[in-house]
């Protein structure tokens, strides 16, 4: 399976990611919030399998989701619509019900975007973001991401070896195999730093290499995704996506207008860029798949044989 947004320039993937983010974060309409869900679902069941999203929804986003819903109701109690009064005389309210229950599904789009980002932006691509602004930075986040795992494969090396050896029991054996494990990142720093500055690492002008070409398809997503977000941005500040739940209910104004409906779909049109991108791809490499088979290397389509 060709994953069409994944290959697109790190930029792009970025620049996608604050902007679906931002505009998840700063709404409180379900309807918008319902939307950003299910792109955040549809792509991450394009990266990984359907029956892994849904595993992934029920172990981590299903319990953030219910915690938000039930917490939200015991500690606010503004609302006009009084359901029952707690033991303490507190009001339990239906509107602190309905924020509660908006509130998860905000958090519950922010962790599968996430699970998304995680995906796409790979070390190398995050290396390469960093590099444009802080080369340093770049340099010591590149040697974090190469130490973490190093780190720990030390570090459960040391702790079965002292296991193995019965010196001490599982928390003596473990913090001597900290202990190890530090001593063998501090040498390996000072060994690193050395071999740095033998090579002569900040004695001239630094120069790069990047496997990574901004293309006429990345400038024409940056320019999609910008003129719905300006779409989308226009309705906001006009109120076409606005939802207050205290103390009452209340939506945004004219939700059936056109414009309130342009603005949704301007946000669904973001939320939908990189399964939009991926499904695009995915059909233009079977098309190429095809072409091939039909035609041999005299160019000579099959069928004509």
């Known amino acids: 399976m060709r994953e069409g947004f994944g290959e697109t320039h790190p930029i792009v993937n970025i620049i996608f990611y604050l902007a679906v983010v931002s505009l998840t974060v700063t709404t409180f309409h379900p309807v918008l919030l319902g939307i950003s869900f299910l792109g955040a679902v549809l792509y ?44 303490g005389g507190n009001a339990f309210t239906f509107e602190s019900v309905i924020y509660g229950l908006v ?5 519950v789009d922010i962790i599968v975007w996430s699970a998304c980002f995680s995906k796409v932006l790979t070390t190398d691509k995050c290396v390469y973001l960093f590099s444009i602004f802080s080369p340093g930075f770049s ?6 991401f190469r130490f973490v795992p190093r780190f720990g494969r030390i570090l459960s090396e ?28 501090l040498e390996r720093s000072a060994v690193t730093a050395d071999s740095m500055t033998d090579r002569g690492y900040g004695t001239g002008r630094r120069t790069s290499f990047s496997l990574f070409v901004f293309r006429r398809r990345d ?26 739940y205290e103390p009452y209910i209340e939506f945004a104004r004219d939700a059936l207008t056109p414009a309130s409906l342009a603005v949704f779909a301007a946000f669904a049109c973001v939320c ?22 039909e ?3 005299g160019g000579y389509r099959l069928w004509e044989r």
Do not use: C, Q
Request: a positive charge.
């Open 44 to 87: 991450l069941g394009r990266l990984i399998s359907m029956r892994e999203v849904v595993s992934y929804l029920l172990r981590l986003a299903l319990p953030a989701f219910l915690v938000l819903a039930v917490i939200n109701p015991l500690f606010n109690h503004r609302g006009m619509t009084v359901l029952f009064y707690l033991p």
């Open 103 to 107: 509130m998860g599904l905000m958090v």
């Open 219 to 244: 400038a024409g997503i940056l320019v999609f995704i910008a003129a719905f977000f300006s779409l989308y941005m226009a309705g906001f500040f006009n109120g076409f996506s606005k939802a207050y």
């Open 272 to 293: 939908a860029v990189p399964f939009a991108v991926s499904m695009a791809e995915e059909i233009r490499f079977g098309k190429s798949v095809k072409n091939v088979g």
């Open 158 to 185: 040391a702790y079965e070896a002292r296991v193995i050896s019965g010196d001490g029991g599982p928390v003596a054996s473990g913090v001597r195999a900290v202990g190890k494990a530090s001593t063998y990142a």
């Open 295 to 297: 035609t041999d290397r």
């Open 139 to 144: 340099l010591v986040l590149s040697m974090v």
